[in-house]
């Protein structure tokens, strides 16, 4: 055994594998959510062969990479995984809800595991349970419905002590002990071992030499790992014991003290290497024999062979070329460059605006190129860091399972507008809050099955969420057909909390009490809710990423909560107006029309300002030149053009001088280079180099509200 981990070693040693793994585990966190959203998808009555070859082929996957890179703890989880969705997909044994429980505990076990490797510093995660379950449903054992049978203990024992072979679950472990500075204190612990006459049997692996100051013995147990770990680690540090399957062909040479039965037909060369160690060869044939088929003395060891597979890729699971990871600073320092490049372009255009055509003409069609490109470029370069709202959605499905399942409601989850797409920067900060919402929905909105019938509504309730884009802004809402906010709970509550709420308050303004530091109408506090820090912090968080929140509700019925998120990319379409000497840049996404008024079509409404008619719609007038107090010189002009925007659901039309053009401009943010500005949501450089504001056109319509 010494010489092949030796030799092992000298190999691994002259590759450094750790420029793979990060690699590795990128492979692999996508393997497991793709497995994730298989398993929530499977129809357990009639399960689709391919469903069930994809969730082996993400498990073989990870488990191919997990055993290159010496992952021991990832491989030998895989391993079991496989085990049970091989027999699955050969239809040996039928798919239950239980089962796919297990394995969705097992994808959240691997995701703990490689969290570790990377260096999460969590604590090792106790798989002992897991493992147990998967060898049960493999050996045709169900687990029970309620939660997975914890591995048995040291059986108790029994009056006439049967051989420890003959035992349910006994294990070929090895277990190693060292490096120790005095031999005599691993005699001392098989002696301690070999007292405790339930645990099992004990004999030496290396006939009680140690060359390296590591002492290995072969164990036969029905012991969980961390009960002999609890017994060992009493005498010798945690660090200096370690427990391993013990398989077949495990290096030993023939005839060696404690080597297991040779089980392996003479056509199966054992390689000298463990089950799943790093660079072990492609499962042979043997894995096709069965276990009744083994001699009887032979001791079944906990972890199955791996069946043969045909399609096995190379361990690894090779890169697909398809794909090229790429920093996200990378893509952040071109679009910055891409931004100036705009800016530059804009600049030409206008400077050669006042040449003669006929006299540049090269020159013109030139730059007329360089603006198309320029827009190409732009629009590719954007669309790099624009990820589709399904990479938020597609976590609240197994959430959403797990949560009705410990609040015991049934609970169906609908997404629309999942390929609506976001920048990631916000997909980012705006998964917390969403994760919220949708939590929130199924605790305190939807209802009990019972009261839902007594209601009159199906037992399953169903939670929405819903993607759009709307004018220059991303809409996310999520809907739930359950109880809907109580009016009297929320401003009795308030009052409980010293918040001011007379009954003269609007419903949409009792609706948004709710956001109040600490406020929670839950009725006891559980580990899903009730400690009142729940929607102030949803709405903190959307209001600092420049969005805003709405609820509207109707009880007895559901409610609805919009959050409405601007799309802060650097780069966006725009209508420039000219009002006096400045320029402001309008949202293109939210202009709808602009046309020519008379002075006397604008008429004056006692208590709400202006407003003009539009094809039988009375619309609020806004003046830019007042609400930016724009300085005027040319005191005779009236102006005329009116230009109409929409936001928020509502219409307001502006009153500018001069409509100057469309272009993308590049958008910088006012706030982080001078200060918030009313009315404004950011500023960009002109092709003449001024500054122009871009208008909040939401804003200047809730303006208009008041």
């Known amino acids: 055994m010494g010489d092949m981990t030796t030799e092992g070693a000298s190999i691994s040693a002259g590759i450094d594998l750790s420029q793979f793994y990060q690699v590795f585990f990128e492979e692999a ?36 990479g997990a055993a290159t890179f010496g992952f021991s703890d990832v ?17 040996e ?48 054992g169900g687990a029970p419905a309620a939660a997975p049978a914890p591995a048995p203990k040291a059986a108790a024992p029994a009056p006439a002590p049967a051989p420890a072979q003959a035992r349910p679950g006994a294990r070929l472990l090895e277990l190693q002990v060292g490096p120790l500075s005095d031999p005599a204190v691993a005699d001392n612990l098989v002696e301690l071992f070999k007292e405790i006459t339930d645990l099992g049997t004990i004999e030496p692996l290396d006939a009680g030499q140690s060359s390296d100051g590591m002492r290995r013995f072969k164990v036969l147990t029905s012991s969980t790992d961390n009960d002999l770990l609890d017994l060992f680690t009493f005498h010798v540090a945690r660090d ?55 001699p009887a003395a032979a001791v079944v060891p906990a972890r199955p062979a791996a069946p043969a597979k045909t399609d096995a890729k190379p361990a690894g699971g090779g890169l697909d070329q398809t794909t090229l990871r790429v920093s996200i600073e990378k893509v952040d320092q071109l679009i910055n460059l891409v931004g100036e490049l705009v800016i530059t372009q804009a600049m030409l255009a206008q400077n050669s605006r006042e040449l003669d055509p006929a006299l540049y003409q090269q020159l013109t069609s030139g730059l007329a190129d360089l603006e198309r490109n320029t827009r190409d470029l732009q629009e590719s370069v954007m669309s790099i860091r624009m990820i589709p709202m399904s990479t938020v959605f597609n976590r609240f499905p197994r959430m959403l399972r797990d949560l009705a399942a410990k609040l015991g409601k049934k609970v169906e989850l609908v997404t629309q507008g999942e390929a609506t797409e976001l920048d990631k920067s916000l997909v980012e900060k705006i998964t917390d809050p969403l994760t919220h919402l949708v939590r929130n929905s199924c605790d305190h909105g939807i209802e009990m099955p019972a009261d839902r019938i007594a209601k009159g509504k199906p ?35 308030a009052r409980e909390k010293g918040i001011d709420a007379p009954d003269t308050m609007t419903d949409a303004e009792v609706w948004n009490l709710i956001f109040a ?76 029309e602009s046309f020519q008024v008379q002075a006397d079509t604008i008429k004056t409404v006692a208590g709400s300002g202006r407003v003009v008619e539009v094809r039988d719609e009375y619309m609020p007038v806004i003046e ?57 949501s950011g500023a960009t450089i002109m092709g003449d180099g001024r500054v122009a504001l871009i208008l909040d056109v939401g804003s200047l319509v809730r303006r208009s509200r008041h």
């Open 29 to 64: 966190g996508e393997n497991l959510d793709n497995m994730e959203q298989l398993l929530l998808n499977v129809n357990v009555e009639a399960a689709d062969d391919e469903e069930l070859n994809a969730i082996f082929r993400c498990a073989h996957s990870i488990k191919g």
């Open 75 to 91: 491989a030998e989880l895989t391993h079991q995984m496989e085990t049970l969705l091989d027999k699955l997909r050969r239809h």
């Open 93 to 140: 044994l039928q798919p239950t809800a239980a089962m796919v429980d297990v394995l969705l505990q097992s994808g959240d076990a691997l995701r703990a595991q490689l969290g570790r490797h990377q260096g999460s510093g969590a604590d090792p995660v106790d798989t002992t349970e897991l493992l147990f379950n998967i060898k049960n449903f493999v050996d045709g």
């Open 240 to 294: 200096q014991v370690k427990l391993t399957t013990l398989g077949p062909g495990f290096g030993f040479y023939e005839g060696a003290p404690g080597a297991p039965p040779a089980e392996a037909p003479s056509g199966d060369p054992g390689y000298g290497f463990f089950d799943d160690a790093p660079g072990v060869p492609a499962p042979a044939e043997a894995a096709a024999q069965n276990t009744e088929a083994r």
């Open 459 to 493: 037992e399953t309730g169903t939670i929405t969420l819903v993607a759009s884009h709307q004018g220059g802004s991303i809409v996310i809402e999520v809907r739930d057909d359950g109880r809907g906010l109580n009016r009297d709970k929320l401003i009795k509550k």
């Open 517 to 592: 530091p600490g406020f929670s109408t839950a009725e006891q506090v559980t580990d899903v809710s009730g400690r009142g820090v729940g929607m102030d912090v949803v709405k903190k968080n959307i209001t600092s990423l420049g969005g805003t929140v709405e609820i509207d509700s109707a009880e007895g019925y559901g409610m609805k909560v919009s959050v409405r998120l601007p799309l802060t990319l650097a780069i966006m379409d725009g209508m420039s107006v000219g009002v006096g000497d400045e320029c402001y840049i309008l949202p293109l996404s939210s202009v709808v």
């Open 624 to 680: 830019l030149e007042k609400v930016f107090d724009v300085p005027r010189f040319d005191f005779e002009h009236v102006s005329s053009i009116m230009v109409v925007v929409e936001a928020e659901g509502g219409r307001v039309a502006l009153l500018v001088d001069e409509l100057l053009g469309q272009q993308q401009v590049v958008v910088k943010n006012l706030e982080a280079n001078y200060r918030k500005v009313n009315d404004v």
